[in-house]
């Protein structure tokens, strides 16, 4: 047992009118100590419930179904009681959200959010708490950290307000940082000015990270191991390089194809996947992206394929089964 | 009208005829009033455009990047007149657009086009796909019939069944809901769109059906666009021409090939770094820049980009710098125009 974090067969749905309606169905994925891990996908492929799932925050009607597991340094987040929870919630594990006004409460200071963080979960002092707040403002490069802790959230700008959002979630030195889609939000200036903070952030202080995002650009500049999810199921997963150079599953191939690069031009049509993301209520039966997958044939619509090892990788894709397909590349020359 | 004529003009395109230009701009400027107390007294000016000069050709698609707030969307919609300059000329087709009133406005309105980044604000819940679509065509006077054999004709053309017609947007997913904006758009055959954020709330598989759509339908319909977004490597894909924005300012115009090229503004060159690329491993200079766009109600003396600016000199805050032709009509707004600026340190200090 050498992971921090392992997930183990999580599913997790919505109880409905119509029975158990689930968004992720089946998920594994593991997170060695100061690892970093990108779940990717697009609007709809369970990734941001994954992350709730990881810290538990799923709400009525939603719930994580019996046999999921989600280990982390040996216990089972899902079946731990929940006063036991909250000890782990906050201190060895915290999250970060897309939208940082939201997450902070407008009425308080800034300085007092962080400070509440500290001292709810670490014995200390309202005066230590706030010290602590300004020492962790100045860690996540907010100027003159000793004025700003009187700031309201109101009065940062979106750039500043995460770096609150980061100092708040790294206040009390968590093994595992969960960020969703933590610079959706903000501009591309800033944006770099984060992933930045929270490289060198990792660097120094040696947590792990689990990435949520649907921005393939943030995954290839942040983490070395990625997990693609498609309805609500792992689809590939590996090392960065091989899974942006080398794709196995042909979701993950065409998704690479459809991002426009810096300096293509119209001239040269973008790839793309026909049809939409399914919902969960319409779910094909066998393989979930056969009736959008150009490679489709009769087997994807009748079995459901499991992840196949293709080494370094892994593909829940038929294609798979006799060891890794092709790269593009080699496919267009020939 | 109270701006004279600018002098500079940065002609070649590689999709338009320099010599045909659709749409002329000289020193459009747009201001908000910011109000302030029970009163309501102005107590200041939001300089959201504050003095573009844009010539766009016939058949091109010029395009607009810039971060949220430095004006991309407004400068759209006011070269179109759905929002009144302050000041400025607009030329639309060799007439002036400003003078324009009454029933000259609205014959004007059917060649000028919008598509909306939304597809849900911008579309009426309670009305289906047919009346979305014919709107245009029922006020400009059009007859049911002939109406209706032109809307099933655009929902063809940009790849919806006309059984599509009798649902409401609610109905469709969002990139079928941006084919219905672009099927309103279109009905009308206007020569020139402006496409506001067309793909920016979409996911990564269907902003490249919506890309290639606008691409195939640019051509079949003779389009010429103004392609308004804040990603760089989008508007560079799609456009002929990319115009930079900062602050309410074209800080740098260039064919898309010169400006990956060579950037020449610093403010061009951090937000082509700062760009996130699908490459691992990529190593390359990163330009952190620091801080947040300053606010347009009081912006920087001399160039506005000077307070986050790497290589800033004191004149940078003394004469604001014009957009001037650097060759290959290629425009900068820099007084250092292509100096190298090199990483700047990472902004957490310990």
């Known amino acids: 047992m050498s992971s921090l974090l392992a997930v183990e067969n999580l599913s997790t749905g919505f109880d409905t009118r119509e029975g158990f309606l689930r968004a992720v169905d089946g998920v594994d994925f593991e997170i060695a100590q100061g690892g970093t891990l990108a779940v990717v996908g697009e609007s709809g492929s369970g990734k941001s419930v994954t992350a709730l799932s990881v810290m538990r925050l799923i709400d009525r009607p939603g719930r994580i179904a019996g046999g999921s597991h989600i280990l982390f340094e040996g216990r089972d987040l899902a079946t731990l009681e929940e006063s036991e929870l909250e000890k782990i919630r906050g201190n060895d594990i915290s999250m970060i959200f897309q939208e940082p006004m939201t997450s902070l409460n407008p009425v308080f200071t800034v300085g007092d959010q962080i400070a509440e963080t500290v001292q709810l979960h670490q014995n200390v002092g309202a005066k230590d708490a706030l010290e602590r707040a300004v020492e962790m403002m100045q860690l996540v490069g907010i100027p003159s950290p000793a004025q700003r802790v009187q700031d309201y959230p109101h009065q940062l700008s979106g750039g500043m307000r995460q770096r609150v959002m980061i100092a708040m979630a790294l206040s009390c030195n968590p093994k595992l940082l969960i960020a969703d889609e933590p610079t959706t939000a903000l501009d591309v200036t800033v944006q770099a000015q984060i992933l930045e903070l929270m490289k060198e952030l990792r660097e120094r202080l040696g947590m792990a990270i689990l990435l949520i995002t649907h921005d393939l650009g943030v995954v290839a500049e942040m983490v070395d191991e990625v997990a693609v999810m498609y309805g609500g199921r792992i689809v590939e997963r590996g090392p960065v390089a091989e899974i942006f150079a080398t794709p196995q599953h042909p979701y993950t191939e065409a998704l690479l194809d459809s991002i426009p690069l810096l300096g293509m031009r119209y001239s040269q049509p973008l790839r793309a996947i026909r049809g939409v993301v399914p919902s969960p209520l319409e779910w094909p039966e066998a393989c979930r992206f056969a009736p959008r997958c150009d490679y489709a044939f009769a087997k994807c619509l009748e079995v459901d394929p499991p992840l196949l090892p293709v080494p370094p990788q892994e593909s829940a894709c038929w294609l798979c089964e006799n060891g890794r397909r092709v790269p593009r590349s080699a496919e267009a020359i020939a | 009208m109270t701006t004279e004529l600018s002098t500079t003009r940065l002609d070649l395109g590689t999709g338009g005829d320099p010599a045909d230009v659709l749409l002329k701009a000289r020193g459009v400027k747009k201001y908000f009033p910011v109000r302030k107390g029970v009163l309501k007294r102005t107590v200041g000016q939001l300089q959201a455009v504050d003095g573009v000069d844009l010539d766009v050709f016939r058949g091109e698609t010029v395009g607009l990047v810039g971060e949220s707030g430095c004006g991309k969307s407004t400068l759209g919609r006011t070269l179109l007149r759905l929002l009144e300059p302050t000041a400025g ?237 650097h060759g290959s009509s290629h425009g900068a707004a820099c007084h250092f125009a292509g100096t190298p600026i090199h990483a700047a340190t990472s902004p957490a200090g310990g």
Do not use: W
């Open chain 2, 89 to 325: 000329e607009i030329e639309f087709d060799g007439v002036d657009v400003l003078r324009l009133g009454g029933s000259d406005l609205k014959g004007m309105r059917r060649h000028m086009q919008i598509v909306f980044q939304d597809s849900v604000g911008s579309l009426d819940p309670r009305m289906n796909v047919n009346d979305l679509v014919g709107e245009g065509l029922r006020i400009h006077g059009l007859e049911r019939k002939r109406r209706n054999e032109a809307v099933v004709d655009v929902l063809e053309r940009v790849g919806l069944s006309a059984e599509a017609g009798r649902r409401y947007p609610h109905q469709f997913s969002g990139g079928q809901r941006q084919r219905i904006g672009l099927a309103r758009a279109l009905v009308l055959r206007p020569k020139f769109i402006v496409a506001d954020e067309p793909v920016s709330a979409l996911d990564v598989s269907i902003q490249s059906q919506v890309l290639n759509l606008l691409v195939e339908l640019k051509q079949e319909f003779n389009l010429t666009y103004l392609f308004v977004a804040h990603d760089l490597a989008v508007v560079g894909y799609i456009s002929d021409r990319v115009a930079v924005m900062y602050l309410g300012k074209i800080v740098e115009l260039a064919t898309s090939e010169e400006l990956f090229r060579r950037p020449l503004h610093p403010y061009t060159m951090a937000l082509l770094s700062a760009n996130p690329e699908p490459v691992p491993g990529r190593k390359r200079q990163r330009v952190v820049l620091h801080g947040d766009v300053p606010s347009p109600i009081n912006p920087p003396s001399g160039c506005r980009f000077r307070t986050r600016c790497p290589i800033a000199q004191p004149i940078c805050a003394e004469v604001e710098p014009l957009l001037e032709d």
